[in-house]
């Protein structure tokens, strides 16, 4: 009997601890709330111990708090001025790395810097030179800037970021709260602090640990602190304050104090700040930035002085460098194409050139000249007519295909015609881009064969006039017997023919070069 109601009791308990379980984890009062009401209680009884801060009875931040902000405040206000005008300055990320380079290195670095690059290639006769040699500085100065090195500067660099998120930390609308009549950026001014509800500061709280905690004790303050004041001149914080600043901060990593303000506001034992270690990378981006500049400056010289050239040749042959003698074949016709994704003509300028050659100069004072070393000259071997004769009869026949390739691309013309049905499709029909591709591809290969090919023909005609100007002022006949017949008939005077003709050939031989150089 005795056993049956002890086994009816332990039912009963079992039961009633059930429900008192149930309920228990109802109203939220289960085993993880008391451990966090255990632990809140902790942090209570430690603040008590702090009172120069916080005061649990109304949760008061007092005076002693907004004082330790204070001398901070002081301390690292005048930081801020000094740097928030450079801020992420590329200036500033120059004189950190440069001040690890050797003197040497570091004036090879100057030299490579855009404008002195720019000076330096204007100055070259040759700029591909200096560009080679930019080359071999741009090795010395990345093998300059090793791993270890590299490492260190960010690191450094890492360190001057915390600086300044900690020296900007809005310190000044923090104590405000404690005095109103605190004047902004003034640190002699003595305030008169009072104490207030801590929640007004807690989310300044959470924000000022972030920015306190990133700070590195171990930095190289003294080196990071040596290079700022080489480039503002002046120390940008007093060496002495600083150590006081790291050490009160060893200290609120020890204590906690503030942690634990934020973790009974909140009501949250696992509150924790989240400082920003930050990962810079400034040497790699620095090298490449050199670099860049390097190859920007070589590009904007040899095209500057690829312009200039171009200019003088077309003034020479022209009279002018405004030439526009091709119809369809243009960069008028390269936005159509560029709007579709396609590179379009890619040699405009040289086709064009070459037309106004022909149609301007090739047949008329070159046929002129052609025709009276042909038909009047008496030419010592077959061998030597047939060569010049040749040259001429393909360049007359390159200027009849020139024309042709120019105007077959008309919209009314087959193949100008196929690029505007090709190129309407190319909007619904993927397939009509492609061919589009293939017919540029094959368009800008027939111009270039022109170009080529009229070059090689105007080398070879080119050279015939000269031997045969060399000889007219020789007095010789090798080339031609009758010279004295031949000048019966020039108008004018064959010399000038012959240097004018090969003036211009030459001329236009190198601005067909200049053109397709790279």
């Known amino acids: 009997m005795g056993n049956t109601s002890g086994a009816a009791r332990d039912n009963q308990t079992g039961l009633l601890g059930f429900i008192s379980g149930l309920f228990s984890n109802l109203l939220g009062e289960g085993t993880g709330d008391r451990e966090k009401r255990r632990r809140l209680k902790e942090i209570r009884k430690e603040l008590k111990k702090r009172s120069r801060f916080f005061k649990l009875k109304g949760d008061m931040a007092l005076p002693g708090m907004a004082k330790w902000f204070h001398d901070l405040y002081k301390i690292v206000g005048p930081v801020d001025i000094l740097l928030e005008k450079y801020g992420d300055s590329e200036l500033l990320k120059t004189v950190l790395i440069e001040s690890f380079l050797p003197e040497d290195v570091r004036t090879l670095a100057d030299t490579l810097q855009p404008e002195a690059m720019k000076d330096r290639l204007k100055e070259a006769q040759d700029p591909r030179v200096v560009a080679e040699q930019a080359k071999e500085e741009l090795i010395q100065l990345y093998s300059a800037l090793d791993a270890p090195t590299a490492k260190r500067i960010n690191k450094l660099y890492g360190d001057l ?101 934020i973790r009974h506001l909140e009501e949250d034992p696992d509150w924790a700040a989240l400082p920003e270690m930050k990962n810079v990378e400034i040497v790699e981006s620095y090298f490449n930035r050199v670099k860049s500049g390097v190859e920007l400056a070589v590009r904007e010289t040899l095209r500057e002085r690829k312009k200039s050239q171009q200019e003088a040749l077309l003034t020479k042959l022209f009279g002018t460098t405004a030439v526009s003698r091709t119809q369809y074949y243009t960069e008028r016709e390269n936005l159509t194409f560029h709007k579709k994704m396609l590179s379009g003509f890619t040699y405009v300028e040289p086709i064009n050139y070459l037309k106004a050659f022909y149609l301007d100069y090739f047949k008329s004072k070159v046929r002129i000249l052609v025709d009276l070393m042909l038909i009047q000259g008496k030419w010592a071997t077959k061998i030597s007519s047939q060569q010049f004769s040749e040259a001429y009869h393909q360049l007359l026949s390159l200027s009849e295909n020139l024309i042709a390739f120019d105007a077959q691309l008309a919209d009314d013309a087959p ?48 050279k015939n006039i000269k031997q045969l100007i060399n000889e007219y002022r020789a007095g010789s006949s090798e080339i031609i017997i009758n010279w004295k017949e031949v000048e019966s008939w020039a108008d004018p005077p064959v010399d000038a023919q012959l240097v004018e003709a090969y003036t211009r050939i030459y001329h236009m031989v190198q601005l067909l070069q200049l053109c397709l150089k790279d």
């Open 415 to 462: 193949q100008g015609s196929k690029i505007k049905r090709l190129l309407r499709q190319s909007a619904r029909d993927r397939s009509a881009l492609i061919n589009m591709k293939a017919i540029l591809q094959d368009l800008n290969n027939e111009a270039k064969s022109i170009i080529n090919s009229s070059a090689q023909n105007m080398i070879i005609l080119g």
């Open 161 to 261: 970021a915390a600086l300044r998120a900690f020296s900007s930390f809005s310190y000044y609308f923090l104590l405000k709260k404690f005095d109103s009549m605190l004047p902004e950026r003034d640190f002699i001014y003595n305030p008169r602090f009072e104490a207030i509800n801590a929640q007004y500061i807690k989310d300044d709280l959470m924000d000022f640990l972030d920015v306190y905690y990133s700070l590195d004790p171990a930095g190289e303050w003294d080196v990071l602190f040596d290079i700022l004041k080489t480039y503002r001149e002046m120390d940008v914080v007093s060496r002495t304050a600083w150590k006081k600043v790291l050490q009160a901060r060893r200290e609120m990593m020890k204590y906690r104090t503030f942690d634990l303000v």
